[in-house]
T-cell receptor
Framework: NAGVTQTPKFQVLKTGQSMTLQCAQD?????MYWYRQDPGMGLRLIYY???????DKGEVPNGYNVSRLNKREFSLRLESAAPSQTSVYFC?????????????FGAGTRLSVL | EDKVVQSPLSLVVHEGDTVTLNCSYE??????LLWYKQEKKAPTFLFML????IEKKSGRLSSILDKKELSSILNITATQTGDSAIYLC???????????FGTGTSLTVIP
């Protein structure tokens, strides 16, 4: 039961470096999300993809880009990492809009930017 | 602006105590409210509430929604150390695919 798989689990970057966080789900869900979680801030939405081929900005999109590669995969890219992007990143997926719309989360990526 | 507020921010109790966690929301076109438990890693789903006054129960955990008061509570009875976690509340509106999360309540249960 893989569910939502994120890679890598940990990453340390230097300021200005770039990297891509990968996310894949095997539940045939239409919608996928990227969140960041910081102490005292809860989960904040970075970008989401309601369905394959669409992406939309969330609450904190600056400094990030996303790609919905296909129905299974949704990646998050940091083009030029900054210390303010030190955080834990979670990918999530949900079947679609509607009453049964529960989000399922990956295990997270802990990112440190020095 | 849509928002979800949880209280208290943190709580320390002894094993066997009963706790009540609160979630209030201001979200346009409410559809559902969800509770998650987050231990070391990913949040895991506990309950989804859509109708006012109907209690959802799973073992020692229960939750109820009050749409008139725009709030929900999560009760945990006979707490155990394994209940120590952050409990997150999220609200889904009727339109779009976004979820609005509260900052969470950190629960610590000491033996």
């Amino acid at each position: 039961n893989a569910g939502v798989t994120q890679t890598p689990k940990f990453q340390v970057l230097k300021t200005g470096q770039s990297m891509t966080l990968q996310c894949a789900q095997d539940m045939n869900h239409n919608s996928m999300y990227w969140y960041r979680q910081d102490p005292g801030m809860g989960l904040r939405l970075i970008y989401y993809s309601a369905s394959e081929g669409t992406t939309d900005k969330g609450e904190v999109p600056n400094g990030y880009n996303v790609s919905r590669l296909n129905k299974r995969e949704f990646s998050l890219r940091l083009e030029s990492a900054a210390p303010s992007q030190t955080s834990v990143y979670f990918c999530a997926s949900s079947p679609a809009a509607g009453i049964g719309n529960i989000q399922y989360f990956g295990a997270g990526t802990r990112l440190s930017v020095l | 602006e849509d928002k979800v507020v949880q209280s208290p921010l943190s709580l320390v109790v002894h094993e066997g105590d009963t706790v009540t966690l609160n979630c209030s929301y201001e979200v346009t076109n409410f559809r559902s409210l969800l509770w998650y438990k987050q231990e070391k890693k990913a949040p895991t789903f506990l309950f989804m509430l859509t109708s006012s006054g109907i209690e959802k129960k799973s073992g020692r955990l229960s939750s109820i929604l009050d749409k008139k008061e725009l709030s929900s509570i999560l009760n945990i009875t006979a707490t155990q150390t394994g209940d120590s976690a952050i409990y997150l509340c999220a609200v889904a509106p009727n339109t779009g695919n976004q979820f609005y999360f509260g900052t969470g309540t950190s629960l610590t249960v000491i033996p």
